[in-house]
């Protein structure tokens, strides 16, 4: 009988140039994809992270003001100075202060007048109506930044009254907002002044409750 002829195993052409060159390209590319997918994680944790501080932060914030603990603090104050002219207080200037350890941003100031008397007699008693009027301010005294344990100086006179011959009697308001660094929350507070006559003759600012 014959011998069966067996088949010749086809050879199998080896991969050489190219596909080398291919596959090369994708092991190098295997890194960078990880890489890539890495730092994406990592920015995806940090913004949660970033996210999670401001929903306590803001949480603690208003949590706190609706139970009122920031009315005392944190706060700056407002102190009058002597005038120059001892018969007008409006020639005299406020002293906005930040006593804190903290700066505090974005202060904008405000002032009012709630009443005043003009006359030659001498009754420097409050005029029986005496409401907030409309609010003046200037933009040099808005949208500054008190650094710890500093201040700057405002002259309420120049929005709120023109320098009087005879003034008797005068009530105004200081309204200071800010926001502290500590807690990024707005808050605002308002200071209440009248004029007294001195022996002297000379008239002084002192500080008065708001109604």
């Not at 609706?66 to 120059?84: Q, S």
């Not at 009443?115 to 005496?130: E, L, N, S, V, W």
Request: net charge positive.
């Amino acid at each position: 009988m014959p011998e069966s002829r067996r088949r010749k195993r086809k050879k199998v052409p080896t991969q050489t140039g190219k596909p080398k060159a291919a596959t090369m390209q994708a092991t190098t590319a295997e890194p960078e994809r990880r890489w890539a997918k890495g730092r994406r994680v990592i920015v995806t944790i940090f913004r949660l992270f970033v996210g999670a501080v401001g929903l306590f932060v803001g949480a603690v914030s208003l949590f706190a003001a609706a139970l009122g603990i920031f009315n005392e603090w944190p706060r700056p104050t407002v102190e009058p100075t002597n005038a120059p002219e001892a018969s007008n207080p409006f020639s005299g200037i406020f002293k906005v202060a930040n006593p804190r350890f903290y700066p505090l941003d974005d202060v904008r100031i405000e002032a009012y007048l709630w009443c005043a008397k003009i006359g030659r007699g001498t009754d420097t008693t409050a005029p029986t109506m005496c409401k907030r009027g409309m609010a003046s301010s200037k933009r040099e005294w808005n949208k500054r930044t008190l650094a710890a344990d500093d201040s700057y100086e405002i002259d309420v006179g120049g929005v709120l009254f023109a320098t009087p011959s005879a003034l008797l009697y005068a009530d105004i308001s200081v309204k200071v907002s800010y926001t502290p660094w500590v807690v990024r929350y707005s808050f605002d507070k308002e200071f209440r002044f009248y004029t007294r006559r001195k022996d002297d003759g000379g008239i002084e600012w002192l500080h008065k409750p708001l109604d």
